[in-house]
T-cell receptor
Framework: SQQGEEDPQALSIQEGENATMNCSYK?????LQWYRQNSGRGLVHLIL?????REKHSGRLRVTLDTSKKSSSLLITASRAADTASYFC?????????FGKGTRLSVIA | GAVVSQHPSRVICKSGTSVKIECRSL??????MFWYRQFPKQSLMLMAT?????????EQGVEKDKFLINHASLTLSTLTVTSAHPEDSSFYIC??????????FGPGTRLLVL
């Protein structure tokens, strides 16, 4: 069953702007991961944040995790047209990854 | 990083035929592999967990007789869609467990049933 719910479902921004996507989940987790998927392609792992971590950075990506609210956010700074893709959060708790519905990001040049 | 391959990348078949999709871990051994299905503009839904040397574990609502999974070796799991119908058209993605935190995903197989 799906656990994560991304918000918004779709997001359109101008190149150079920041993009923020949110993810909420229902049960306790060991970690939460963010993936990117270009249209019709496979998944690209972006970042993993463990349940005892609150914030993590990787290049232009910043992920936060609030286990009390069961939510996470992914911030992409200085977006580029190449960032156009669907972004999924996925949670894990001694189980296979369970994916959210995803956010479709469009970055307009 | 670890690599997982899938074959074929794309397949078109006639309704009623069976299609086999292979998932291979190329540089590591995987006792567990996972099969996901993704319909257009939707998320990935876990179909089953493939266990080397034993029966697969299917998620609720997934017909085990329709989606046959075989995990005969530590580097290969196969998913056979039997008697495929147009509603089985989807993007099938496998992943191989890389430990407690990581799953490595294959590039996916797009199935179109006519």
């Amino acid at each position: 069953s799906q656990q994560g719910e991304e918000d918004p479902q779709a997001l359109s921004i101008q190149e150079g702007e920041n993009a923020t996507m949110n993810c909420s989940y229902k049960t306790s987790i060991n970690n939460l991961q963010w993936y990117r998927q270009n249209s019709g392609r496979g998944l690209v792992h972006l970042i993993l944040i463990r349940s005892n971590e609150r914030e993590k950075h990787s290049g232009r990506l910043r992920v936060t995790l609030d286990t009390s609210k069961k939510s996470s956010s992914l911030l992409i700074t200085a977006s580029r047209a190449a960032d156009t893709a669907s972004y999924f959060c996925a949670t894990r708790r001694n189980t296979p990854l369970v994916f959210g519905k995803g956010t479709r990001l469009s970055v307009i040049a | 990083g670890a690599v997982v391959s899938q074959h074929p990348s794309r397949v078109i078949c006639k309704s009623g035929t069976s299609v086999k999709i292979e998932c291979r871990s190329l540089d590591f051994q995987a006792t567990t592999m996972f099969w996901y299905r993704q319909f257009p503009k939707q998320s990935l839904m876990l179909m089953a967990t493939s266990n080397e040397g034993s029966k697969a574990t299917y998620e609720q609502g997934v017909e085990k007789d329709k989606f046959l999974i075989n995990h005969a070796s530590l580097t290969l799991s196969t998913l056979t869609v039997t008697s495929a119908h147009p509603e089985d058209s989807s993007f099938y993605i496998c992943s191989a467990g890389g430990g407690a935190e990581t799953q490595y995903f294959g590039p996916g197989t797009r199935l179109l049933v006519l």
